[in-house]
């Protein structure tokens, strides 16, 4: 029957797009959860950044570089973050590159590290947007 052969091709695609939808939700949430602390920190700090951090949020920012739980990638993101004016530093954009490279560091850091690498005075939209995914 081609009717029955009908509801079969209706049905696959259903589950399809069910499994598509909850694969892309699914993958926002582990964005959310992978981030550690000093990730979610960051990504709140950028999310109202104008320019470059507050003087409370650079304090803030050097709290996690002291901290022993910060890894060696978010260290390096927070340095770059205090050392913003309008952009990130040239030498801060090599370190921040390396860090968008390395499979090995969480995507919600390596994400961080990208919207640093390419601000330009305040991260775009569609950067605050993966932002609060981050920040959750």
Not at 48 to 55: A, G, R, V
Request: proline share 2%; net charge positive; glycine share 2%.
């Amino acid at each position: 029957d081609s009717q029955e052969c009908n509801r079969e091709v209706q049905m696959k695609f259903k589950v399809i797009i069910t499994g598509l939808v909850l694969l892309l939700s699914l993958n926002a949430f582990q964005l959310a959860m992978a981030a550690s602390a000093a990730t979610k920190t960051m990504a709140g700090i950028l999310i109202n950044l104008n320019h470059y951090p507050s003087d409370s949020e650079k304090q803030t920012l050097k709290k996690l570089i002291s901290d022993g739980s910060t890894t060696n990638a978010e260290k390096t993101i927070a340095t770059a973050m205090i050392n913003l004016q309008h952009a990130a530093t040239a030498a801060d954009k090599k370190k921040l590159k390396e860090i968008m490279n390395d499979d090995a560091v969480p995507d919600a850091t390596r994400t961080v590290a990208e919207i640093v690498n390419n601000l330009n005075h305040t991260p775009s939209a569609a950067d605050k947007e993966k932002l609060k995914k981050i920040t959750g």
